[in-house]
């Protein structure tokens, strides 16, 4: 156990050590408009969905997984990345957090357009499926070409030490006419 808890401490490190990192309160960031709420979920089109609702535990609402116990809940919009980058005007995306219950991959095709336009970092969570960490990193590559990706911090599976997030980051990125790596910017 722990050897597991050292491999998950040191990934952690790699990717979000407490030296690098900074926080801000979401309402902080609103007020000094660095942030815009969308009120809408991620998908791989404009739609409604049935989003599905877990008693004590809102954080496992999903509309793409219905878990044991879970029940049907409101129909709220959802929307595509590039639809929110094009309505936006945002001239460029650095990074993308993707933690959304198991619509990662809709919510990865609602972005094939940012990705291979801007090649953001990104970190998505791989807990929802079995098969995510297998997966993820398939659906991006799918898309676009030029990702490597590498595990974030660990989850026990039970029988398994499974990555709870995948880090994914341009392979290469050219620089004033040199090409240089990618692995040391991850935040």
Known sequence: ????????????S??????????????DAVQAGRVTIVPKGLWDRDDLLTLREVPRNSAAD??????RGSRKGPTVPVTTIDAIVR????PRIDYIKMDVEGAEYAALRGAAGTLRRFH??????TEHRFDDPREIP???????????????????????????????????TQ??????????RWV
Request: aromatic fraction near 4%; charged fraction near 20%; charge should be positive.
């Open 1 to 12: 156990m722990r050897t597991r808890t050292r491999r998950v401490r040191a990934a952690w």
């Open 14 to 27: 790699r990717c979000c050590s407490a030296s690098r990192r900074v926080e801000v309160g979401p309402l």
């Open 120 to 125: 953001p970092r990104m970190v998505i969570a």
């Open 138 to 172: 398939r659906a991006v590559t799918a898309i676009t070409d030029g990702y490597r990706s590498d595990g974030g911090p660990c989850v026990d599976a039970g029988n398994a030490l499974r990555p709870a997030t995948l880090l994914f980051a341009p392979a290469e």
């Open 87 to 90: 309505e936006l005007g945002l």
């Open 175 to 184: 620089t004033n006419g040199s090409v240089s790596s990618t692995s040391e």
């Open 62 to 67: 999903s509309v793409a997984v219905h878990m």
